[in-house]
């Protein structure tokens, strides 16, 4: 299924995206995502006997689709996953890690999957086509055959980043936490709909033009190892956002480099997800 969050005049509500409609969910007792995560099965059981019998919904046209997590507990990301990035991360002289990378993504910055972007103070604004994951069960030392059994479901992400204010400090959390620099969406795909997550293709368009395309096959640490990772060091709960690295084709990597402008329109794909698409606005 396909779970959204959406605002249609001033009422925000939940649905479950067929096609071009949305079914919400009045009536079943849910008022947030994280309320459907923590029900588990059970909520999700309850969510597919409704949209059986539904009738009607409301056109995704004539609805605002919201960031589908209201605000994750925990945003956490890595740095530097797929080989041909980390190659240009070598370029630019980042050190690699023996380890995993990881940071923390401050909540803040969550925005909706067609929101705009807002540069704020930086001079270097770049875009990061990721795949989301959604922790579903509480994870803690969880081991790498079993990490896929805490995923919710699965979303878009755009890791927005600010360039010259990721390396104010070694955790880069300044520079990819700025307000609205993390877009995502377009809704949920529970994790039964996603049999394989390390076989998903993904792309980045800026103004038409593809920047990123790759697969996430490619990852150097796959979502599992990412999880058993994780959780070996802090427990990972229902709700907590995972985005998984970026491919080859930021702009900071080109040469020369390539920054989003004032105008610019930045579409994240992924195959079997879904896409969001933010426009870069003028500094306020």
């Known amino acids: 299924m396909k779970l959204a969050r959406f605002k249609q005049g001033n009422s925000i509500a939940l649905g479950v995206v067929e096609g071009d409609r949305v079914i919400p969910l009045d009536g079943l007792g849910f008022t947030t995502m994280l309320d459907i995560i923590t029900g588990g099965e059970a909520a999700l059981a309850k969510i597919r006997d409704h949209a059986a019998t539904a009738q009607g919904g409301l056109a995704l046209a004539d609805v605002e689709l919201l960031a589908p997590i209201e605000r994750p507990g925990k945003y956490l990301a890595i740095g530097m996953n797929y080989g041909k990035h980390l190659e240009e991360a070598d370029r630019l002289g980042v050190a690699r890690s023996a380890h995993q990378v990881w940071f923390n993504k401050q909540t803040t910055c969550v925005s ?55 390396f104010h400090s070694s955790t880069f959390t300044m520079g990819k936490s700025f307000d609205t620099h993390g877009p995502i969406g377009p809704w949920i795909v529970t994790a039964d709909e996603v049999p394989d997550p390390q076989a998903l293709d993904l792309r980045c368009i800026v103004n038409g033009e593809v920047r990123q395309s790759n697969n996430t096959s490619n990852m150097i640490h796959s979502l599992r190892q990412q999880i058993a990772y994780l959780s070996t060091a802090f427990t990972l709960d229902p709700g907590d956002l995972i985005a998984t690295g970026t491919p080859e084709g930021v702009g900071v990597g080109m040469e020369p480099q390539q920054f989003l402008q004032p105008g610019d329109v930045v579409r994240c794909e992924i195959d079997g997800i879904g896409a969001i698409e933010n426009r870069v606005v003028a500094k306020a």
């Open 112 to 166: 909706g999957p067609y929101d705009d972007i807002d540069p704020g103070v930086t001079e270097k604004l770049d875009y990061e086509v990721e795949l989301g994951a959604v922790i579903g069960k509480t994870a803690k030392k969880v081991a790498e055959a079993d990490a896929l059994d805490h995923v919710f479901g699965y979303l878009v992400a755009n890791d927005v980043s600010a360039r010259d204010w990721q």
